[in-house]
């Protein structure tokens, strides 16, 4: 059977927690022993988030305009698509998944004039009180 299991980038970094590295890596190894069962006898697909890693990492890319301008968004998608493969590809296998395994950076095309641009719903990075975006 082909089961479809979808971790939301708020799954590896939550809300109040610092966002380093090793905390993410955490989330990602309890995800990836429970997945390991999931996938015995299965075939096993899964689709993760990446949001608050790109919002992190597009204030990481922005903080200094004398080292580099920064990247465009679909860059920092990539790069955090690929950080998050990685480690879950690395975990799978350290918690024993012993297949195959591949991570996919995805790309996404979009209408220009959609008229969702007007409106957005899901944004990217931190949310700021009046005064502190001041």
């Known amino acids: 059977m082909r089961i479809v299991v979808a971790l939301g980038g708020n799954a590896l970094l939550r809300r109040g ?4 590295a090793d905390i993410q890596l955490h989330h990602v190894r309890r995800a990836a022993q429970a997945l390991v069962a999931i996938a015995e006898g299965n075939e096993l697909v899964v689709c993760h988030g990446n949001g608050p890693q790109v919002g992190l990492l597009a204030l990481e890319s922005a903080t200094d305009a004398s080292l ?16 998050i493969g990685y480690w879950l590809v ?11 395994l591949v991570a996919v950076v995805t790309q996404t095309v979009v209408e220009a004039a959609d008229p969702a641009f007007t409106a957005p719903t899901k944004f990217v990075g931190p949310v700021y009180d009046e005064p502190t975006a001041r």
């Open 90 to 100: 690395q975990e799978l296998r350290n918690a024993g998944l012993a297949r195959p």
């Open 17 to 20: 927690e610092k966002p380093d």
């Open 68 to 83: 580099s301008t920064p990247y465009p968004l679909d860059v920092l998608g990539a790069q955090t698509q690929g950080m």
